[in-house]
């Protein structure tokens, strides 16, 4: 019998354990099924992270920046705005029409008179004086179309039209070195991501490097072997080198966000380059080469050529003020008593009109001189300009040449500075070095890997801002395409 209730008990025990086994079960399920319509209802808030550390290539990178810069955008939209000044312009050529519709009502004497007769209605009893001189209140609807077109005007529109044609080139190079630009500080930034990333691993480098001096100290000062001030020496290189490692980190941090500003991204969105700084085999050009594809590609000097060419035409519009204009102008007109039931009258005029300034005190003669003394000013900015292209071609020039050389010397210089902080080590721990060789070493080896990856990046650079002063920057070329 106790076998049976015994039993029973482990059975009903089991029975209610099986039961809160099934109930959790059934809470982890709906708790999972809620967090997966979570999931899929805010993926931001989940996957957020990953998204910002999406890693990029740099021409992607560019792609991208070409598409949402706001600089861009807004050399764009003054692109579209010199298209429609270009339509303004060509409109003069064109003739006008307008439409009107005007109600009155009145008892002016002559305003019924004319009003009477434009309808049709005017009888031998609106002869009347006291009808002619105290009208009574008289309503007229009157409908009106009515053009002019400037059949010559001394070439004054046509020359418009030109200017505006020469200003819209100009709109148009600036847009293609807005996008030259937009290109460089793409590149530059992204290599910044990529040295900033390097920095960091020397200076993660240089701390173990730094801990592992300090422990040798430490162990030979506990022997006996050195004097405190050796410890104390190697405490401070370690320190040194954690403020390094903070400043590395901050600096990546803040190349990241400059990388997103580049492309017209939220700095909320952090993107992350997928290459790594590496030495690349760029094309190399001579300086004449060069400054003679900055001469004739420059976009800036090309707008300046369209701005001077634009400023003709306005010497030339001034000069046409001075002849004649001949204009056409045609009328239809409807004058009826009411708006809709009409019974009045129409009538239409045509007629050809010719125009010629005999005097104005002077206004054009000085409007001319002005827009020549615009024209010569226009001239000699085109020459300023060309000749800062020069020097920037040449400044630049020289920039990458010198960086090419810098990393030469600099990867030579790695080698030798870890062979020197080898053989020091052993010396220190042989007794035959003091630790302020051995510090010294390390500090040259660290400064030999940091002076290298930052004359790569110089390089690099520096051939994105040399193909950018010759005019010759864009999404294909070698320092964005490997």
Same mark, same amino acid.
């Given at each position: 019998?106790?076998?049976?209730?015994?039993?029973?008990?482990?059975?009903? !025990?089991?029975?209610?354990? /099986?039961?809160?086994?099934?109930?959790?079960?059934?809470?982890?399920?709906?708790?999972?099924?809620?967090?997966?319509?979570?999931?899929?209802?805010?993926?931001?808030? @989940?996957?957020?992270?990953?998204?910002?550390?999406?890693?990029?290539?740099?021409?992607?990178?560019?792609?991208?920046?070409?598409?949402?810069?706001?600089?861009?955008?807004?050399?764009?939209? %003054?692109?579209?705005?010199?298209?429609?000044?270009?339509?303004?312009?060509?409109?003069?050529?064109?003739?006008?029409?307008?439409?009107?519709?005007?109600?009155?009502?009145?008892?002016?004497?002559?305003?019924?008179?004319?009003?009477?007769?434009?309808?049709?209605?005017?009888?031998?009893? %609106?002869?009347?004086?006291? #009808?002619?001189?105290?009208?009574?209140?008289?309503?007229?609807?009157?409908?009106?179309?009515?053009?002019?077109?400037?059949?010559?005007?001394?070439?004054?529109?046509?020359? $418009?039209?030109?200017?505006?044609?020469?200003?819209?080139?100009?709109?148009?190079?600036?847009? %293609?070195?807005?996008?030259?630009?937009?290109?460089?500080?793409?590149?530059?930034?992204?290599?910044?991501?990529?040295?900033?990333?390097? !920095?960091?691993?020397?200076?993660?480098?240089?701390?173990?490097?730094?801990?592992?001096?300090?422990?040798?100290?430490?162990?030979?000062?506990?022997?006996? #072997?050195?004097?405190?001030?050796?410890?104390?020496?190697?405490?401070?290189?370690?320190? /040194?080198?954690?403020?390094?490692?903070?400043?590395?980190?901050?600096? @990546?941090?803040?190349?990241?966000?400059?990388?997103?500003?580049?492309?017209?991204?939220?700095?909320?969105?952090?993107?992350?380059?997928?290459?790594?700084?590496?030495? *690349?085999?760029?094309?190399?050009?001579?300086?004449?080469?060069?400054?003679?594809?900055?001469?004739?590609?420059?976009?800036?000097?090309?707008?300046?050529?369209?701005?001077?060419?634009?400023?003709?035409?306005?010497?030339?519009?001034?000069?046409?003020?001075?002849?004649?204009?001949?204009?056409?102008?045609?009328?239809?007109?409807?004058?009826?008593?009411?708006?809709?039931?009409?019974?009045?009258?129409?009538?239409?005029?045509?007629?050809?009109?010719?125009?010629?300034?005999?005097?104005?005190?002077?206004?054009?003669?000085?409007?001319? $001189?002005?827009?020549?003394?615009?024209?010569?000013?226009?001239?000699?900015?085109?020459?300023?300009?060309? %000749?800062?292209?020069?020097?920037?071609? *040449?400044?630049? =020039?020289?920039?990458?040449?010198?960086?090419? !050389?810098?990393?030469? #010397?600099?990867?030579?210089?790695?080698?030798?500075?870890?062979?020197?902080?080898?053989?020091? !080590?052993?010396?220190?721990?042989?007794?035959?070095?003091?630790?302020?060789?051995?510090?010294?070493?390390?500090?040259?080896?660290?400064?030999?890997?940091?002076?290298?990856?930052?004359?790569? =990046?110089?390089?690099?650079?520096?051939?994105?801002?040399?193909?950018?002063?010759?005019?010759?920057?864009?999404?294909?070329?070698?320092?964005?395409?490997?």
């Amino acid at each position: 019998m106790r076998i049976c209730e015994r039993q029973a008990g482990e059975l009903s !025990q089991s029975t209610s354990k /099986t039961l809160v086994r099934w109930r959790s079960a059934s809470r982890f399920a709906a708790s999972a099924v809620l967090f997966a319509l979570f999931a899929l209802s805010h993926p931001r808030l @989940l996957f957020g992270q990953q998204a910002q550390s999406s890693p990029l290539t740099l021409p992607q990178a560019v792609n991208i920046a070409l598409e949402k810069n706001p600089q861009r955008k807004a050399a764009l939209a %003054d692109t579209r705005a010199t298209l429609d000044d270009v339509r303004e312009a060509r409109s003069f050529l064109l003739p006008h029409v307008t439409f009107s519709e005007t109600a009155t009502r009145g008892n002016d004497p002559v305003y019924v008179f004319g009003s009477k007769l434009r309808q049709q209605r005017f009888t031998t009893a %609106d002869f009347a004086l006291n #009808v002619l001189n105290t009208p009574t209140p008289f309503g007229n609807f009157a409908t009106r179309f009515g053009g002019t077109w400037n059949l010559f005007d001394s070439f004054a529109s046509w020359r $418009a039209v030109n200017r505006a044609e020469r200003v819209k080139d100009a709109a148009g190079h600036q847009l %293609d070195r807005t996008d030259q630009e937009i290109v460089f500080r793409v590149v530059d930034s992204y290599d910044s991501v990529l040295v900033a990333k390097k !920095q960091l691993e020397v200076a993660e480098q240089a701390m173990k490097t730094a801990q592992a001096i300090l422990d040798r100290s430490k162990d030979r000062f506990e022997t006996g #072997v050195v004097v405190e001030s050796d410890y104390l020496s190697a405490q401070v290189r370690l320190a /040194t080198r954690k403020q390094e490692l903070i400043r590395a980190q901050n600096s @990546l941090a803040l190349a990241r966000v400059q990388f997103s500003t580049s492309m017209g991204i939220s700095t909320e969105n952090v993107f992350d380059p997928a290459d790594t700084l590496a030495e *690349r085999n760029l094309p190399a050009t001579s300086l004449e080469e060069v400054e003679k594809q900055a001469v004739e590609m420059r976009p800036d000097l090309k707008r300046v050529r369209s701005e001077e060419a634009a400023q003709q035409q306005s010497v030339s519009i001034a000069k046409s003020a001075f002849g004649p204009r001949v204009n056409a102008f045609a009328g239809w007109e409807a004058d009826n008593p009411t708006f809709v039931a009409g019974g009045g009258g129409n009538n239409w005029l045509v007629g050809i009109e010719v125009q010629f300034d005999l005097f104005q005190g002077g206004a054009k003669r000085a409007h001319l $001189a002005r827009e020549r003394a615009m024209q010569e000013k226009a001239a000699a900015l085109k020459e300023m300009a060309t %000749d800062a292209v020069r020097l920037e071609v *040449r400044r630049a =020039y020289y920039d990458v040449d010198a960086a090419r !050389q810098q990393v030469e #010397v600099a990867r030579a210089a790695i080698a030798e500075s870890q062979e020197s902080l080898r053989i020091n !080590q052993n010396r220190y721990d042989s007794g035959l070095s003091t630790i302020t060789d051995l510090l010294a070493s390390e500090e040259a080896a660290r400064r030999s890997q940091t002076d290298y990856w930052e004359a790569v =990046y110089r390089y690099h650079s520096g051939y994105a801002n040399l193909e950018l002063a010759s005019g010759t920057l864009n999404p294909q070329s070698p320092v964005v395409t490997p």
